[in-house]
């Protein structure tokens, strides 16, 4: 089965954040991400990490105001100072956390910016983080995130768009993150989708859908999916990014049994 991981973001949430370490760890499981690490000092997460022999695996770059509905900067021309700025500032973390991948959110385009020069500051921006991150030996992750219920008017809403980006970068450091639930949304065809780009994902994320639950809750067959990972001979990590819908150890059933 593929090597799994709790996303702390989204489980565990009955409890503070720096104790959900350990709940993941009881829960059997070897690795974590999270979206964000920047409201703790970056080894206090460590120090989790650490304690409870867990792995982390990847988090996001600052996403500008997350509270006031920001996704992402990285498609505003007016913030490329911030972004560039976050970019550094992932960096930092990563090196202190032992992460070697980040996921960059491409944002919300405003309704008053033109298609083009989103997309070129995008692609401008994405360009400078991958330099940044080769220096380090650092992977630059885009994900494509629906945009049909959970983030209307988000720049990368399908597995196309974030292909068309990667082929104009000049970098051999970025890959798409394939989150199944988003692009179950959008596109359906998951498995032959991810056997069609496995070159070129370096990070896996799941939840059931409808409802963004765990996985039986929903439409998508997690049994097939898993095992086609295994046939494809995948070799990262697949992080479980849902909202549980009950206590989150009562929705780990499909975790026990894929292992």
Known sequence: MPRFAANLSMLFTEVPFLERYARARAAGF???EYLFPYDWPAEQLAEQLREQGLTQVLFNLPPGDWQAGER????LPDRVEEFRAGVDQGIAYAQVLGNRQLNCLAGLKPADLDEQTAWET???NV?????RFAETGLTLCLEAINSRVDMPGFMLDTTGKVMALIEELDADNVRLQYDVYHMQIMEGDVIRTMECLLPWIGHIQLADNPGRHEP?????NFSNVFAALDRMGYQGWVSA???PSLETEDTLSWFRSAN
């Open 241 to 243: 990014e849902y909202r």
């Open 127 to 131: 360009q400078y983080a991958a330099d």
């Open 122 to 124: 995008l692609v401008a």
């Open 72 to 75: 992402g900067i990285a498609c």
């Open 30 to 32: 070897a690795a974590v």
């Open 216 to 220: 039986g809750t929903g439409e998508i």
